[in-house]
């Protein structure tokens, strides 16, 4: 295994080695380096011999010295130094599937790579991990990993996830405990399939490894409209969800436990329940599975309103318009209305997803279609606010493929991506904008 070197940073140890762009990278001390996780733990020492090929094919050995944990330097061809791994598994409930056709390409991809799940916090089924893969795991001290789980009873998550070697985790789990080795698990409850006494026999399992089962999220299946020819689910109702939340919530009770094992804030929703208060979150480790970030954002959001500064009253505020989905609206409304006093006033549309479905309430998933089509002659604000959870990372485009240009040209108004998930970081933006129309 090689890898292309396609730059080398200045001043760096690789830089003064002599190490040169179009060179490839065959070993780090004897090692081969099969992608970043081996490069990363292999470049840690101060002492690297590396073998290096040329384009001639020549080879060369390079001794150097640096500080321990010091980057090397070396830029590869891409951020991983080998493809992204793909997912073999055909889950019942995969979301992607689901996925209504003529969407963006990458939107159908479905990858299963333990090493997104150390670098980036994806979750992660180990079930197309070889079983020399995971040896590297365990060799490369790779934590924390996040781990999908779904139920610990070999035949049923063999059923959820259509893939015989599916029943074969949990003989992993207690290697990666008995390596020393941490994890946190999701659980994405279905109906009638690994809820009840699964779910308690998976929440039990999941306990007795501990301290290296670090926590575990139980969240609702999302479906679509579009699951013509899949697996036939049943949704989510209100009563399901408040059952699996008092499962979760008894399992506590009787262990007790004031963490480790949390619903997700869409469950409460779904529930018709209020969300656990902000200390009951613990570090909020499950923030990415939607654990606790309605209440972390309102926290932030509360202790930065003291920084809301700007011209506007009460009596004649800003008026600006923001949309959601439909079950954190009223949470969302009740909030900004908190900004009365600082001379703001944000109005919450709640947007019904017509694109997937009725029954997809989260904000992440609206798209520019629905709130054109259901907000047009109805804003009366000076501007738009657009969760930034509704658009692609770092860009403008939501899942429909149109953008927040389009969003403004057709309704009329500037618009604003801001955060969803820091309550501070929405103040500051928010102060910005409001400047923007300052008397």
């Not at 600006?320 to 969302?332: E, K, Y």
């Amino acid at each position: 295994m090689h890898q292309l070197i396609t730059g080398v940073k200045k001043a760096s140890p690789a830089a003064r080695a002599g190490i040169r762009p179009g060179e490839r990278l065959e070993s780090i001390n004897g090692s081969p380096v099969f992608d970043v996780i081996d490069y990363e733990q292999l470049t840690a020492e101060s002492r690297l011999e590396l073998v290096l090929t040329a384009e001639d094919g020549s080879q060369r050995r390079v001794k150097l010295r640096k500080d321990e944990y010091e980057p090397l330097g070396l830029d590869f061809e891409s951020s991983l130094m080998s493809p992204v791994k793909t997912c073999a598994n055909r889950c019942i409930f995969c979301f992607i599937d689901q996925m209504p056709h003529g969407s963006r390409k990458t939107l159908y991809f479905k990858d299963d790579d333990w090493r997104l799940s150390l670098i980036m916090g994806n979750y992660v089924t180990l079930t197309n991990v070889s079983e020399r893969e995971f040896s590297r795991i365990i060799a490369r001290r790779a934590a924390p990993l996040y781990i999908t789980v779904h139920a610990t009873d070999p035949e049923v998550r063999v059923r959820m996830l259509r893939n015989k070697n599916a029943g074969e985790l949990y003989e992993r789990l207690l290697r990666l405990r008995e390596a020393g080795l941490s994890f946190h698990c999701q659980i994405v409850c279905c109906p009638g399939i690994n809820d009840g006494e699964v779910l308690k026999k998976t929440l039990s399992d999941l306990y007795e490894l501990r301290p290296q089962c670090l926590s575990v999220a139980v969240v609702p299946l999302g479906l679509t409209k579009h699951r013509e020819g899949l697996y036939p689910l049943e949704p989510m109702t209100r009563e399901h969800a408040r059952d699996t939340v008092a499962l979760i919530e008894a399992f506590k009770r009787e262990r007790g436990l004031d963490g480790f094992a949390y619903a997700s804030d869409e469950m409460y929703l779904t529930a018709e329940l209020p969300l656990p208060p902000y200390e009951s979150y613990g570090e909020f480790e499950q923030i990415e599975n939607g654990v606790g970030l309605y209440r972390l954002f309102e926290s932030d959001f509360l202790l930065a309103l003291d920084e809301l500064e700007g011209v506007w009253t009460e009596e004649t505020p800003l008026e600006l318009d923001s949309v959601s989905g439909v079950s954190i609206a009223p949470l969302m409304q009740a909030l900004f209305d908190k900004l009365l006093p600082y001379g703001i006033r944000i109005s919450v549309h709640a947007v019904e997803n017509d694109f997937f479905g009725h029954s997809v309430t989260v904000t992440g998933l609206v798209t520019a279609g629905d709130i054109l089509a259901q907000c047009r002659g109805k804003l009366r604000g000076r501007a738009l606010l657009l969760p930034h959870t509704m658009l692609r990372e770092n860009d403008t485009v939501f899942l429909d493929g149109l953008s927040t240009l389009d969003v403004s040209r057709e309704l009329g108004v500037p618009v604003y991506r801001v955060s969803a998930s820091f309550g501070a970081d929405f103040i500051y933006e928010l102060t910005g904008i409001a400047g923007r129309f300052a008397k």
